[in-house]
């Protein structure tokens, strides 16, 4: 082996593990490391000296790039199964794919290219583009693919991009190996060009389809647990209204209970009148809320999540001071204290230990500040489901903000509203 095939040889295995390792982390939402680089590329040059020494071909040598390029994302990024497999098959075929149809072209012109200097830096140019275009496709494959987690269903590309593969080594396999290098069918070669183009062309169609079968699902998921709080706000109202017809029917009582109260005691039957008192104060005590927010709909939704927390053995802890009226929305207010409660709820019991759920507010200027705090099992933050993400649609509607964070065995979500140009104002707080 001279120096020259020695030298394109090493820049082929570089540029190919800093490119699997680069498009692979990007796609999982990983942050790639020059130590991942390295640990692939001795993998790679393993598998190369393990195949020339056994004398294997394309397909084994294919697939022991594979599962080292698998096994990397598995063990050294810790991403999952499906995650790991997707994302390596995409990388391995758009590869091989940049590669086979700069082959193409090569093959074509190769034969009317002079020996010596002018042969070798075609060559050289060659792997230059053919890497140029990998890049490029990768950024296309990025773009179409919701990055992160490769969307909610990675597993669905793994048959897909398993098919692509197969099909690009079949052409390498039966096109390169077989084909003379000749100026005599050029055409053959610009076909096989062709034939991978569009090949790209599906896989590309293909990402783009999954890409809006994953917003499909997710708007299909919004929409149920939109509909769901609307019908939890419309049981909300519905307790609110109830409340305020027994409220009202009590003070239309009222007086006639003040005229026999009057009447005990001018007989001088205060034990009696005391007793009566009692009961009407146990009337009036079970017609007001736990909490007096303001707003009867959330007023109504706190005591319902309230009673949830004391049936589970929650200590639970509200302090508010809702803006006055018209400033914020009753329904917007429902969707963020539902979805931020029964997170903690859910959060409070996995965890272990004490437990607890506190909620606080307040206005701060031209703002008003939502604080949610629980107690939660340990480990990582978890990842905005869709409580999280309605709660942030509503805040954003205010031009405001959520925030979260967790930190041990206590998880904090904060929402910041804008109220300027609202008339603000006190109403009452509860603890």
């Known amino acids: 082996m001279d120096w020259f095939t020695l030298g394109l040889d090493a820049f082929s295995l570089t540029a190919q593990a800093a490119l699997y390792m680069a498009f692979l982390c990007r796609l999982t939402g990983k942050r790639a490391q020059v130590r991942h680089v390295v640990l692939y590329l001795g993998l790679l040059v393993c598998a190369q000296r393990l195949c020339v020494a056994a004398g294997w071909?394309?397909?084994?040598?294919?697939?022991?790039?594979?599962?080292?390029?698998?096994?990397?994302?598995?063990?050294?990024?810790?991403?999952?199964?499906?995650?790991?497999?997707?994302?390596?098959?995409?990388?391995?075929?758009?590869?091989?794919?940049?590669?086979?149809?700069?082959?193409?072209?090569?093959?074509?012109?190769c034969p009317y290219v002079p020996l010596g200097l002018p042969l070798y830096g075609m060559i050289v140019l060659a792997a230059l583009v053919s890497v140029g275009l990998c890049w490029a496709c990768y950024a296309l494959v990025l773009r179409l693919l919701p990055t992160g987690d490769c969307g909610p269903y990675p597993g669905l590309l793994s048959l897909?991009?398993?098919?692509?593969?197969?099909?690009?080594?079949?052409?390498?396999?039966?096109?390169?190996?077989?084909?003379?290098?000749?100026?005599?069918?050029?055409?053959?070669?610009?076909?096989?060009?062709?034939?991978?183009?569009?090949?790209?062309?599906a896989l590309l169609c293909t990402l783009y389809a999954y890409r809006r079968a994953c917003r499909g699902i997710q708007a299909q998921a919004e929409l149920d647990s939109l509909s769901r709080s609307v019908q939890a706000q419309r049981t909300y109202v519905a307790e609110a209204q109830a409340r305020y017809e027994k409220t009202r029917s009590f003070r239309h009582d009222l007086q006639n209970h003040l005229s026999v109260l009057s009447g005990l005691l001018s007989a001088g039957r205060t034990e009696e009148a005391r007793g009566y008192l009692q009961k009407m104060e146990a009337a009036s005590g079970a017609l007001a809320p736990p909490c007096r927010t303001g707003d009867p709909a959330v007023d109504a939704l706190l005591g319902e999540k309230l009673a949830?927390?004391?049936?589970?053995?929650?200590?639970?802890?509200?302090?508010?001071?809702?803006?006055g009226e018209g400033s914020l929305d009753g329904f917007d207010l429902c969707v963020i204290f539902a979805n931020a409660l029964d997170n903690a709820l859910r959060a409070c019991g996995e965890a272990e230990g004490e437990r607890f759920l506190r909620v606080r507010g307040q206005r701060q200027g031209?703002?008003?500040?939502?604080?949610?705090?629980?107690?939660?099992?340990?480990?990582?933050?978890?990842?905005?489901?869709?409580?999280?993400?309605?709660?942030?649609?509503?805040?954003?509607?205010?031009?405001?903000?959520?925030?979260?964070?967790?930190?041990?065995?206590?998880?904090?979500?904060?929402?910041?509203l804008n109220i300027s140009g609202q008339q603000g104002g006190s109403s009452g707080r509860s603890a």
Request: aromatic letters at 8%; proline letters at 9%.
């Open 57 to 109: 071909g394309t397909p084994p040598a294919l697939i022991m790039v594979l599962s080292a390029l698998y096994a990397v994302s598995r063990l050294a990024l810790k991403n999952g199964p499906a995650q790991s497999c997707t994302a390596s098959l995409l990388a391995v075929y758009i590869y091989q794919l940049s590669t086979g149809a700069i082959n193409s072209l090569e093959v074509t012109v």
């Open 160 to 201: 897909p991009g398993l098919f692509f593969l197969a099909a690009e080594l079949y052409i390498l396999e039966t096109a390169y190996s077989r084909l003379p290098v000749s100026p005599v069918p050029p055409g053959r070669h610009l076909a096989l060009l062709a034939l991978q183009v569009l090949g790209l062309a």
């Open 308 to 323: 949830l927390a004391e049936a589970r053995g929650v200590p639970a802890e509200v302090s508010l001071r809702l803006p």
């Open 366 to 416: 031209d703002f008003y500040r939502l604080e949610f705090e629980n107690s939660c099992a340990p480990g990582p933050p978890p990842e905005p489901g869709t409580g999280l993400k309605n709660i942030r649609a509503a805040a954003e509607k205010y031009g405001g903000a959520a925030a979260w964070e967790k930190t041990g065995g206590r998880f904090r979500l904060d929402v910041l």
